[in-house]
């Protein structure tokens, strides 16, 4: 009975070495993980990113990255370029709101994809859904002003609630509707 329990200690070497093993272990599986994960995430992202440019700019044979620009891409259909698709972020009630603005030569807006955002459900996050998107499909810069009142059919009506995330989606799309006009020269 006198060696029912036997009490072993270990030194700090001994838990050291324990907790380095362990550690080596764990970065060796994270690090295999990412190596087998990451060319089929980054296939996933560019996948998602041409069906979401295609929604935007449904009548598009194909979509090619623009020289210089980052994240830019041009519309093409039969050859010739229809549209630009830009990336579009502006400050939100909730924080950051990134999207992607479709935009005719001529400056005009064909639509908009909200890509990521924290705005209030129910408020700030219907801006991605109608009647507040459709307002912009045919603006050119000048009407993309936000307005709270109804009879001014030529501006943006603010969301009711959410008048923070109206302005925010709005400057956004002006925002990439002026650099597309500047860009292509507003042809």
Known sequence: ME???IKKEYSIFQIAV???ITCLASGLIIGLVYYVTAPIAAEKREVAKQESMRALVSDAD???AVPDKADWFTAEKGGK?????VPGESRGYGGEIKMLVAVTQAGEVIDYKILAHNETPGLGDNASKE???????GKKEAN?????DASDKDDIQAMTGATISSKAVTLAVKNAVHEVTEFAGGK
């Open 144 to 148: 993309l002003t936000v307005t709270k």
């Open 81 to 85: 370029v229809i549209a630009y698709v």
């Open 18 to 20: 324990n907790l380095i």
């Open 131 to 137: 009647p507040f998107r459709s307002q912009f499909k």
């Open 3 to 5: 060696n029912a329990h």
């Open 62 to 64: 194909n979509f090619k």
